[in-house]
């Protein structure tokens, strides 16, 4: 279940806006395609979007016809922040546009044409590792996940989030396919509602048994005992361990802390941010009321009412019970145990 794939200068991607009622391939030919497609979700979860950028500047740097390495390097710049500003959240997209800009800034003693080739290869090469990692994360927390558990996700960080198997849904399959007996309770995720088309759309092409609830139902699975451990993905996790994902993980973590419940979040570690310090620190995208106001185009909500939007909030580490990633599994103290992943 690949959302992204990449050939011949042509970057294909599943409209996520329009699954699970249609499964649309749309061809992305130029970086101003693949930048509307990021900003309006065609494509989405923190991984994917990195690679999809990185891809954004490949298709881009073949687009700029010039013998001069200088005026490469301004075109190709000006690409990477163009790209770089379509969603302000996920450090995926920043760390992935930054990656192949500056393999290809350390290459600058080749041609321009090998230059552009070295680009492709390093995207490519991220395209790869994303997979591999994804596995690695599913097997580290698979160690966690015990016979009989019932999981509560919320979002989707699948194969759909990623270039294939998922974060907090690669350790949900590493653990299926461990032979182990769990299902899975899966968040609507409003206003886009990840969880109801996305994520329980995966689950179901894997016969991982899911049940899908209301966002204000989880509280009430919690206390009733249904609830056995949380796991979410990441957009982005400061040094301290404070993690920025979908708007409404923040709720679920304070009431898995007061049920005693596991929390987990699963993500690479291109998802942590070593240049800040706490979450207060991060940058929350406000995105358009239309979200809110509308399903599908239709109007749920009268004409005029004031919207706030944001897409993600922030989770204190004091919640977090252990980050899963590639490298292992990072326990408290945060402060001083994720600087040993960097």
């Excluded at 190709?76 to 790209?83: E, F, G, P, S, T």
């Excluded at 991982?208 to 451990?229: Q, R, S, Y």
Aim: glycine content about 6%; some cysteine; proline content about 4%.
């Amino acid at each position: 279940m690949k959302p992204l794939e990449y050939c011949d200068g042509v970057l294909k991607l599943i409209d996520q806006t329009l699954l699970p009622g249609e499964q649309k391939i749309v061809e992305l030919k130029n970086y101003v395609e693949v930048a509307d497609a990021i900003k309006n979700m065609i494509v989405r979860g923190a991984p994917a979007i990195g690679v999809t950028a990185a891809y954004g500047v490949v298709i881009a740097s073949k687009a700029i016809d010039t013998d001069s390495k200088e005026e490469f390097f301004i075109g190709l710049k000006k690409v990477c922040d163009i790209i770089k500003g379509t969603r302000p959240t996920a450090v995926n997209l920043f760390w992935a546009v930054d990656r192949v800009y500056n393999k290809a800034s350390s290459n600058r003693d080749k041609s321009i044409e090998e230059i552009k080739n070295i680009i492709e290869e390093e995207a490519y090469l991220m395209e790869k590792e994303d997979i591999e990692s994804n596995k690695s994360i599913g097997r580290f927390g698979n160690e966690l996940i015990k016979e009989n558990w019932t999981i509560l996700t919320h979002c989707n960080a699948g194969a759909l989030a990623t270039c294939d198997y998922g974060t907090a849904l690669g350790v949900i399959r590493a653990a299926h396919e461990s032979g182990k007996n769990i299902q899975v309770f899966a968040d609507e995720t409003r206003p886009y509602l990840q969880g109801a088309r996305l994520t329980s759309w995966e689950l179901m092409q894997d016969n991982i048994p899911v049940t899908l609830i209301c966002d204000n139902m989880a509280g009430h699975f919690m206390k009733e005992g249904l609830i056995d451990c949380v796991i979410v993905g990441a957009d982005r996790i400061a040094l301290n361990g404070d993690t920025a994902n979908k708007i409404g993980t923040y709720s679920v973590a304070v009431l898995a802390k007061e049920n005693n419940i596991p929390f987990y979040v699963a993500a690479p570690t291109s998802t942590i941010d070593f240049s800040i310090e706490t979450g207060n620190q991060i940058p929350i995208e406000e995105r358009s009321p239309d979200e809110i106001t509308h399903i599908k185009g239709i109007r749920i909500a009268p004409e005029g009412v004031k919207v706030k939007n944001p897409a993600f909030d922030v989770t204190p580490n004091k919640y977090i019970s252990a980050i899963i990633t590639e490298k292992g599994i990072i326990y408290p103290p945060y402060n001083e145990n994720i600087k040993k992943f960097r």
